[in-house]
């Protein structure tokens, strides 16, 4: 089996979910998503909301050249229906592929916005996820404007501190369906951590809207067990993206002892780092 493109993108961890405010902030971290363009054809038991199929609905649309005979290979760090970017980092990487291999060139702006179509196309956003999608392809945070463009929407952004931990605890299938009107009765705490990140305090924003997606989602465990990070030594803990998975920002010395809060609820953990282009080159 030949590969004749190839493209890699990340997942991430949420600041601001975008119903809250209509701004949304996400930031990469150092799960990986690879795309490989295959010249055979090929299943795909990962891609569950079919989004390669709209990624080639949106590309052809644009008038872009395809291979007559074409499949995918996958591999992928992500855990899905998460919260933690798994869509937008395949879009991203699927599209890449394809970029890669019939030499179109495409920027970072317009691979953004055909992968926020493509992820609007297959159903699997209800924001449109245009922060999520610059988790997936850049590094550091950025405040997003969802109704815009890619070339036009990002607010602010900023680093984060490579050194810490993000631990990500995974809770398992998400139980209910996200409730919009739900987010709606919680803008106050949105609005708080909006005001957080236009100060520029990125970890405070993370918490603050952990705590209004789990009371918008009615997660009392999440809030108990972001209440208990913070306790035993966490910089900042939330529910990421929709849920249900819980992201814990934190020095490598608390490591342990979260961990262990984590393992007291039974719970999968991932241990990662904020995606940093500069440990690509080490």
């Known amino acids: 089996m030949k590969t004749l493109g190839e493209g890699e993108a990340r997942g991430g961890v949420s600041i601001l979910h975008a119903?809250?405010?209509?701004?949304?902030?996400?930031?990469?971290?150092n799960l990986l998503t690879r795309v490989k363009l295959v010249d055979k054809k090929s299943k795909n038991l990962q891609d569950e909301h079919k989004l390669l199929d709209s990624v080639i609905k949106c590309w052809k649309a644009e008038g872009f050249p395809l291979p007559k005979e074409y499949g995918w290979d996958i591999f992928s760090e992500v855990p899905i229906g998460q919260g933690l970017k798994s869509s937008s980092a395949l879009a991203c990487a699927a599209i890449k592929s394809l970029n890669s291999a019939s030499w179109m060139n495409l920027n970072d702006f317009e691979i953004i916005?055909?992968?926020?179509?493509?992820?609007?196309?297959?159903?699997?956003?209800?924001?449109?996820?245009?922060d999520d999608t610059w988790g997936a392809m850049a590094e550091g945070w950025k405040l997003i404007d969802s109704t815009k463009n890619a070339s036009e929407s990002v607010i602010s952004?900023?680093?984060?501190?490579?050194?810490?931990?993000?631990?990500?605890?995974?809770?398992?299938?998400?139980?209910?369906?996200?409730?919009?009107?739900?987010?709606?009765?919680?803008?106050?705490?949105f609005d708080k951590a909006l005001k957080s990140i236009?100060?520029?305090?990125?970890?405070?924003?993370?918490?603050?809207?952990?705590?209004?997606?789990?009371?918008?989602?009615?997660?009392?465990?999440?809030?108990?067990?972001?209440?208990?990070?913070?306790?035993?030594?966490?910089?900042?803990?939330?529910?990421?993206?929709?849920?249900?998975?819980?992201?814990?920002?934190?020095?490598?010395?608390?490591?342990?002892?979260?961990?262990?809060?984590?393992?007291?609820?039974?719970?999968?953990?991932?241990?990662?780092?904020?995606?940093?282009?500069?440990?690509?080159?080490?």
């Open 198 to 282: 236009e100060k520029r305090e990125i970890f405070e924003a993370l918490t603050t809207n952990g705590m209004g997606v789990a009371a918008a989602n009615d997660d009392d465990e999440a809030i108990k067990i972001c209440n208990l990070s913070i306790i035993n030594g966490a910089i900042a803990a939330g529910i990421t993206g929709s849920g249900p998975a819980i992201c814990i920002i934190c020095y490598e010395k608390e490591v342990e002892a979260l961990s262990d809060i984590i393992k007291r609820y039974d719970m999968d953990l991932i241990k990662t780092t904020f995606y940093n282009f500069s440990e690509e080159e080490i």
């Open 157 to 189: 952004e900023g680093d984060i501190e490579h050194s810490l931990c993000v631990l990500i605890a995974i809770r398992g299938n998400r139980k209910r369906d996200i409730n919009v009107n739900s987010f709606k009765e919680y803008n106050t705490l």
């Open 19 to 29: 119903l809250g405010t209509g701004k949304g902030c996400s930031v990469g971290v």
């Open 113 to 130: 916005d055909l992968a926020v179509k493509a992820q609007k196309e297959a159903g699997c956003t209800i924001t449109g996820s245009i």
